[in-house]
């Protein structure tokens, strides 16, 4: 069901969308052929890389798109529409073509990471919903492959339900952190809906509940003997909190003879309290003990905690990484590029800027990855027109797309086509993979980056090259416009 909370997700669109399609309709252009990019400017954090997320929620929504006879009704009463226009929208559905990265993919600005080719007022329709859907589970995704590189191996949860921005944030947030590397979720309904593992053991107030911190270790250790991880910093982590738990362990777990249980600090110092912790543990026998920690933790954070030493096995994150706190806006766009005649010429369209960064690409465009055939490693992304093909048997230059003097030759490489299709005259051709296999497919995309890509500050600029034809046709679309504006 297209449906959140009652609400009909056809209708979750800028107003201005239907106005247009209601504007196409009366001007004989709603069978008018279009193409649009999704693509972003920015990466978040500073980063070198971000990655492709939400397609699967996409998927979904465009194949139940429909108006609702209160829908036709709502904006009957906004007396601004063609009734004629308001009776086709009765049997309204997606007839058009979707091309995408798959999701997991690391995708670079600038990119057509999504190209949809469908009739206007269709194409036009879709804009909202499907940059909310790109641009939340992009940024969540990338945020957490952040956090999980910087734990260098360690298990990452996350735990930011309760400061997510809104239900669905927490939701499908939950499925991009794990997309994006993390382990698990303390969000039962993502487990229930999308099979993020969800788990999750005790609150300070299991402890505040019983008359002491050992009685409610003891009781929680016998309830739950297989996954005994208690809170040790409900009043002192070190003279009770600590000694607590290991009685705790020794009077239940010893005598069934478990060695694997854990602890969980929520505040102080981590990295003295971890080390403090471990060395208690050690000397009492528990040396299985899993230590996590949380409180507010970041990718910044859990890298200065393992460089001081810290003795940490997992760490649970919550509200900087399901809000990715420190750059909370994935800027993705939705941008006409094309439109086709009856006769299925092509007009490539571009939207021209003061500000160079909103300068678009025009055209029906492909983007190819050239992989070398020595090292693995993702060397440069190409964009070309849709007609094109790249012949990975002969070399070719590409340019850095800042500095366009800077330049490298393509050799013993292998180019892959990034998008694939995913509807073809509104049928859906893709097989959606499950999301441990999206998962495990961006884990082994991200180890293609050469690592100095991957760094957190001051990453390497990755190639992100316009073919000749494109450039030559962006150049000559600019030089018009200028001379256009000469004449004004």
Known sequence: MNTANGINLTMLFDFYELTMGNGYWENGMKDRITCFDVFFRTIPDGGGFAIAAGLEQIVDYIQNLHFSEEDIAYLRGRKIFN??????????????????????????PGEPVMTVRAPAIEAQLMETYILLEFNHQSLIATKANRVCRAAEGRTVLEFGSRR?????????????????GCAGTACAVSDQIY????????????????????????NYCRTYPTNAILLVDTFDTLRS??????????????PLGITKCGIRLDSGDMAYLTKRARKMLDEAGWTECRITVSNSLDERLIRDLIRQGAQIDSFGVGERLITSKSSPVFDGVYKLCAVEKEDGTRIPKIKISENVGKITNPDFKKLYRFYSLETGHA?????????????????????????????????????????VPVFQNGEL????????????????QIETLWPEVKRFDNPHQYYVDLSEKLMAMKDAMLENAGRGAAKA
């Open 83 to 108: 009734e004629d226009f308001l009776e086709w929208l009765k049997d309204f559905h997606f007839h058009g073509d979707l091309w995408a990265v798959p999701e997991g993919t690391p995708i670079f």
């Open 429 to 444: 051709v893709y097989r959606l993979p499950s999301l441990p296999e999206i998962k495990a497919y961006c884990a082994v």
């Open 195 to 218: 099979g993020v593992p969800a788990g999750g053991t005790m609150a300070h107030s299991w402890v505040q509940m019983f008359d002491s911190e050992y009685e409610a270790f003891e």
């Open 164 to 180: 997510a921005q809104g239900i669905t944030g927490a939701v499908t947030g939950a499925r991009a952190a794990f997309i994006g």
């Open 241 to 254: 909190g600590v000694p607590n738990a290991i009685r705790a362990f020794n009077t239940v777990l010893k």
């Open 379 to 419: 060397e440069a992304d190409y964009i070309c027109l849709r007609e094109e093909f790249v012949d990975d048997t002969q070399p070719l230059t590409i340019c850095d797309p800042v500095a366009r003097w800077k330049r490298k030759t393509m050799e013993n490489y292998r180019a892959v086509e990034l998008q």
